[in-house]
């Protein structure tokens, strides 16, 4: 079984003490391949860093809402440059996060905008983040030249929601979350969702599945999600992990080989 862990955050501090040991257990647990979501300009380097270590990982950059009031044209530009390097497979997480209220609404559209129209400069696919923002997102994403290309991150809506991303030409990103007894519009959503549209992801060190619920994540965990996952589709786990491998490969262009 070859998986992929499309988006995690394995260069941050919580890592600092094991991150050799995470990823060997990940490579143990049969994750082969990370898409690392460097989420701030402080960040950034260190995951390019990281992801030239270490085989079968890509990056993506972005500016993630909470730090939208640090985006302008200086930082643009770096972002332009750097996402030139050849392991940056696409911009992210972007979006909009209207629960911690750390930046305004106008200030959130204003990044996510000019980082949508960056993306397509650049011909890379977007991650996004919403919390408390969905229909604001989709409106934006409607009214932004659809479709795109892209995930979105940490998708935890109803069939319907599901439909609207697809409809843009999103894929979905089902994380630990889709474990929980608390979450049935997600689990629901999980079960009609097309197979050539879903990936996989941990969120890691956040959102770690049942039943390691409560502990930090990490990619080894993604077994657990996928369990879950073939158990709600009536699939077998390889099925799950040989769709969800083949459309990460392709989105994210992670050099593993899937025959």
Not at 179 to 184: G, K, Q, W
């Amino acid at each position: 079984m070859i998986l992929v862990d499309t988006h995690c955050h394995l260069d941050l501090p919580d890592f600092d003490n094991d991150r050799p040991l995470v990823i060997e257990r990940a490579r143990d647990a049969g994750v082969q391949g990370f898409v690392l979501i460097a989420f701030s300009p402080t960040r950034w380097e260190a995951a390019l860093t990281l992801a030239e270590a270490t085989p079968g990982m890509v990056v993506a950059l972005g500016i993630h809402p909470n730090e939208a009031d640090r985006y302008d044209t200086q930082v643009e530009q770096r972002l332009r440059q750097l996402a030139r390097h050849p392991l940056v497979r696409a911009i992210g997480e972007i979006g909009l996060d209207f629960h911690w209220k750390t930046t305004d609404a106008k200030t959130q559209e204003r990044a996510f905008r000019r980082q949508i129209a960056l993306a397509r400069e650049l011909n890379l696919p977007i991650v996004l983040h919403q919390r408390e923002a969905l229909h604001e997102l989709l409106a934006i994403l409607e009214d932004a030249d659809p479709p795109h290309r892209g995930v979105m991150h940490c998708f935890t809506g109803d069939p319907a929601d599901a439909t609207r991303f697809l409809e843009l030409g999103l894929h979905l990103g089902i994380g630990g979350i889709v474990t929980y007894r608390s979450a049935p519009d997600l689990r629901h959503a999980v079960q009609i969702l097309p197979a050539d549209r879903m990936v996989l992801e941990t969120d890691a060190p956040y959102l770690a599945p049942v039943p390691y619920r409560g502990r930090r994540n990490e990619p080894a965990f993604l077994r657990a999600t996928v369990a879950t996952i073939a158990e709600l589709r009536r699939q077998t786990e390889d099925e799950v992990a040989r769709a969800t491998t083949r459309n990460a490969v392709a989105l994210f262009r992670i050099p593993l080989s899937i025959e």
